[in-house]
């Protein structure tokens, strides 16, 4: 069973930064890729970051290029987000999600849409950027 525990998240002034992680268990961690998404009230749940765990490769958009990071720890099966810069529309409960990697499959198609191509999902973290 799939299984994804996101921590991290807390309240933060305009400009500082976090770091939030995702515990991974219950499968092959290097044969999934990995996504963090954000819901702000009101709002559509949005992919901020995706990694594909057998290459390394990545997609961001616009809005956090720049200052998010994700990367992933095979020893530890744990993915991170490290978000610098932070700004108030950064706040949002953010979310971790997994999915068994399909060959051939472009970061930027797994953050695509509200749940990406993400069938595990963990529980959410808040997020709170203060001005």
């Known amino acids: 069973e799939v299984q994804l525990q996101a921590s991290g998240g807390g309240l933060v002034q305009a400009g500082e930064s976090l770091r939030l992680s995702c515990a991974a268990s219950?499968?092959?961690?290097?044969?999934?890729?990995f996504g963090w998404f954000r819901q702000a009230p009101g709002k559509e749940r949005e992919g901020v970051s995706c990694?594909?765990?057998?290459?390394?490769?990545?997609y961001y958009p616009d809005s956090v290029k720049g200052r998010f990071t994700i990367s992933s720890d095979n020893a530890k099966n744990t993915v991170y987000l490290q978000m610098n810069s932070l700004k108030p529309e950064d706040t949002a409960v953010y979310y971790c999600?997994?999915?068994?990697?399909?060959?051939?499959?472009?970061?930027?198609?797994?953050?695509?849409?509200?749940?990406?191509?993400?069938?595990?999902w963990g529980q959410g973290t808040q997020v709170t950027v203060s001005s």
């Open positions: 990694i594909v765990s057998s290459d390394g490769s990545t």
């Open positions: 219950g499968f092959t961690f290097g044969d999934y890729a």
């Open positions: 999600a997994a999915e068994r990697d399909l060959v051939g499959t472009r970061p930027h198609w797994y953050c695509s849409g509200s749940r990406g191509m993400f069938g595990s």
